[in-house]
């Protein structure tokens, strides 16, 4: 992970995602496993504390979209609920941006496992790659829950 964890208290149990290119849709992995981080089943609140070493707009037209799901099936086969979501890349697709394109660097994205009164044990993050994506490109990013204090 990342070494500027200043902010944030970085527990690998809580690694979401480790180093590697997504140039397509997929599940976030640590040690190329699809990570799930069981919460207990009670409430839980933090932030997706999400480090972007690369990413690629050369095209104007890439949008990354990473999703904090939740679902009460350990292997997601059923009931998958997006509880926090952030979009990265060029500016000319990302709803609300004005003028910024995505860089690298450290986001935060606060989330809670409910939604709409309905509390999800289970979580993982999700990328979804859209637009005109080079070979060799893509976004590059590593994340980790960081639990509210």
Do not use: H
């Not at 992970?1 to 527990?11: A, P």
């Not at 040690?31 to 707009?57: H, L, P, Q, R, Y």
């Not at 990473?66 to 990302?94: D, M, Q, R």
Request: a negative charge; glycine letters at 8%.
């Amino acid at each position: 992970m990342s070494s500027y964890n200043s902010q944030f208290r970085n527990d690998s149990d809580l690694e979401v995602k480790d180093a590697g290119l997504i140039a397509t849709s997929a599940a976030a992995t640590v040690s190329s496993v699809a990570k799930v981080i069981d919460t207990g089943g009670g409430f839980f609140e933090g932030n997706v504390v999400i480090d972007v070493t690369a990413i690629e707009i050369a095209s104007t037209n890439e949008i990354y979209t990473i999703i904090l799901e939740g679902s009460s099936s350990a292997t997601f086969a059923s009931v998958i609920a997006p509880l926090a979501v952030i979009l990265l890349g060029a500016n000319a697709v990302i709803v609300g941006e004005s003028d910024v394109d995505s860089t690298t660097g450290r986001y935060i994205l606060p989330f809670r496992n409910e939604r709409d009164e309905v509390v999800y044990r289970y979580l993982r993050l999700y990328t979804v790659v859209a637009g005109t994506i080079a070979t060799g490109g893509g976004i590059n990013y590593e994340a980790y829950l960081a639990p509210k204090q």
